[in-house]
C-alpha cells in the first residue's frame, strides 16, 4: 500500500471502460505528470476491467485490460478501485470485495449509492477507507464534498437540483423553441442525451437516485431512492409551458430534498431529521437562478441557515466531465492513503420521511369550464371548502367553454389534492389540465 508517505505511486484500478473509464483513463495516462505536478500524488494506471478484454480499444495499452474485475478488486498491488460499471450488480459486489480488500473506492453509481449507500458507508467506515461519489451527481460538479465539507457546519435547508441534462434540454426546448415533447425528445436522442429508452430519465429515476444521495449528503441521513416519490415530465404540456412563461416562470424538473423538522423543535444532534426528498417539475421564477439553467446543464441551488443561498453550475454528463470529478475523488483518496489519514466517515442517522400531504408550496393549475353564469363562484368554491386560497385567475374564452389559470398561495399538498378532486366532480369542470408546484418565489423563501 502506498501509505505513511511512501513515494511510491498510488496504483489505481479501473472497473468499466465506457465513455468515463475511456475518459478517466486518457486522463490518468495522458495528463499523469501533470496531475502529480499539480497535486503532489503520482497516480499510476494499474489494470482496467472490462466486459470484452477481447475488443480492442484505442487509448487503452492492451497488456492494461483484464477480463477479471473480481481479480482486480482483491489484487493488493491495487490502492484505489474506480467503479464505472454502473447499475447494482455486479457493481455491487465488487463494491463490497473492494472495501473488505481495504482499499479506497471511487464510484460513479448513483443507482448503487441510492439503494446502498448506507450500508457501503458502514463497510467503508469499518474497513477505514474512503468511499467517494462526487461524480454520482452532476457529473461535473462539485456538490458532494461542498455539500459533506465546505457546508459541514452548516444547517441546510433546502437543496433544489437540476440534476438530469436529458429533461432539461427537453424543457428548454419546448420552452424556448415552443417545440411538443416529442419532438424535443426526439431531438435529444439524435444529439445523444437521451437513450433509445428515455425512461429512465424523463420518469425521473436518475434525478430520483440522486435526490437520495444529495438528501443523505446534506442532512447526513440515510435515504434511499424508494423513499422518492417521483413524477417526470411526461405530462408538462406545451399549453403549462406557455402559461408558465405569460407568468413569469419556467418549467424545471427538479431534485428536491428539503429539511422540515416541525416548528419549534430544535434538532439534537443525535434526532433523526425529518425531511422531504422528491423529484417533479415545478415552476421557477424566471428571476431564480435554477431558471436560467439552459439545455442540457445542471445546476445545485443550495439554502443554508447561515450561509443563505448558493448554486454550483456545470456540465453532468459526459465522459470527460464526469471522469474530472472522479479523478478528483481519486486524488483525494490518495491523499489520504499516502498520508496514512483515516478515511473521512461522515455521521449519518436514520431519517425521518415528512408526509407528502403535508408539504406547502404554492400550486398553478389549469382547467376547462363550460363558460356560463355561476361556474366561477362553483370552482371558487371548490378551492375554498379544502383551505387552498387563490392568489391569481386568468380566464381564456374558447368558444362555448373558457379556460380557467390558477396560481394559489401557499397551500397544503393533501388540500391541493382534494381540491383537484372536488374539481373534476363538478359537472362545470370538462378537464383539468396541468398541475405544477411553484417553488423559489418570495412566499416559499
Ligand atoms: N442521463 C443523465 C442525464 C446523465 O441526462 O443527466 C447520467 O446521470
Known amino acids: 500500500m502506498a501509505k505513511g508517505g511512501s513515494d511510491r505511486p498510488v496504483r489505481v484500478?479501473?472497473?468499466g471502460a465506457g465513455n468515463v473509464g475511456a475518459a478517466l483513463v486518457s486522463l490518468l495516462l495522458e495528463d499523469a505528470a501533470g496531475i502529480a505536478a499539480r497535486t503532489g500524488v503520482r497516480l499510476e494506471l494499474a489494470a482496467v476491467a472490462v466486459g470484452n478484454p477481447a475488443k480492442?480499444?484505442?487509448?487503452?495499452?492492451?497488456?492494461?485490460?483484464?477480463?477479471?474485475?473480481?481479480?482486480?478488486?482483491?489484487d493488493p498491488g491495487v490502492d484505489v478501485v474506480v467503479e464505472l460499471v454502473g447499475g447494482l450488480e455486479p457493481a455491487g459486489t465488487l463494491v463490497r470485495s473492494a472495501l473488505a480488500a481495504g482499499k479506497a473506492v471511487v464510484t460513479a453509481n448513483k443507482e448503487l449509492l441510492a439503494a446502498e449507500g448506507a450500508v457501503l458507508s458502514a463497510l467503508a467506515a469499518d474497513a477505514g477507507v474512503d468511499l467517494l461519489y462526487e461524480a454520482a451527481v452532476a457529473g461535473a460538479i462539485p456538490i458532494i464534498r461542498p455539500l459533506r465539507e465546505s457546508l459541514?457546519?452548516?444547517r441546510v435547508r433546502r437543496v433544489m437540483g437540476i440534476v438530469n441534462g436529458t429533461?432539461?434540454?427537453?424543457?428548454?426546448?419546448?420552452s424556448e423553441s415552443h417545440m411538443a415533447y416529442a419532438d424535443a425528445l426526439a431531438e435529444a436522442q439524435r444529439l445523444g442525451f437521451a437513450e433509445r429508452d428515455p425512461s429512465a430519465d424523463v420518469d425521473g429515476h436518475d434525478a430520483a437516485a440522486k435526490a437520495a444521495i444529495l438528501a443523505s449528503i446534506a442532512f447526513r441521513c440515510d435515504v434511499h431512492t424508494d423513499d422518492v416519490p417521483r413524477e417526470g415530465i411526461t405530462s408538462v404540456s406545451p399549453v403549462d409551458i406557455a402559461f408558465a412563461a405569460q407568468l413569469g416562470y419556467t418549467v424545471k424538473l427538479l431534485a428536491v430534498a428539503e429539511r422540515l423538522d416541525p416548528p419549534g423543535t430544535t434538532a439534537r444532534a443525535d434526532a433523526p431529521p425529518e425531511v422531504s426528498v422528491r423529484v417533479h417539475p415545478a415552476m421557477l421564477p424566471n428571476t431564480h437562478p435554477l431558471a436560467a439553467v439552459r439545455g442540457a446543464f445542471n445546476a445545485v441551488f443550495v439554502e443554508g441557515a447561515a450561509a443563505g443561498e448558493l448554486m454550483l453550475y456545470g456540465r453532468g454528463?459526459?465522459?470527460?466531465?464526469?471522469?474530472?470529478?472522479?479523478?478528483?475523488?481519486?486524488?483525494?483518496?490518495?491523499?489520504?492513503l499516502q498520508a496514512g489519514a483515516p478515511a473521512r466517515t461522515p455521521m449519518r442517522s436514520s431519517a425521518h420521511m415528512h408526509p407528502a400531504d403535508d408539504l406547502?408550496?404554492?400550486?398553478?393549475?389549469?382547467?376547462d369550464v363550460v363558460d356560463r353564469p355561476g361556474v366561477l363562484a362553483a370552482v371558487a368554491t371548490v378551492f375554498?371548502?379544502?383551505?387552498?386560497?387563490i392568489r391569481s385567475m386568468e380566464q381564456l374564452g374558447m368558444g362555448d367553454e373558457a379556460r380557467l389559470v390558477f396560481l394559489t398561495h401557499v397551500a397544503r399538498q393533501g388540500d391541493v389534492m382534494a381540491t383537484l378532486d372536488g374539481l373534476r366532480k363538478l359537472d362545470v369542470v370538462e378537464h383539468v389540465g396541468g398541475v405544477l408546484r411553484v417553488l423559489g418565489d418570495e412566499e416559499d423563501r
Open 13 to 15: 484500478g479501473v472497473l
Open 317 to 336: 454528463a459526459g465522459g470527460l466531465p464526469t471522469a474530472s470529478a472522479v479523478l478528483g475523488d481519486v486524488v483525494d483518496a490518495a491523499h489520504h
Open 360 to 367: 406547502r408550496c404554492a400550486w398553478y393549475l389549469n382547467i
Open 167 to 174: 429533461t432539461n434540454f427537453i424543457l428548454t426546448r419546448m
Open 152 to 154: 459541514a457546519g452548516e
Open 56 to 74: 480492442p480499444r484505442t487509448g487503452i495499452p492492451a497488456e492494461l485490460v483484464t477480463g477479471d474485475a473480481k481479480r482486480l478488486v482483491e
Open 384 to 389: 375554498g371548502q379544502h383551505g387552498v386560497s
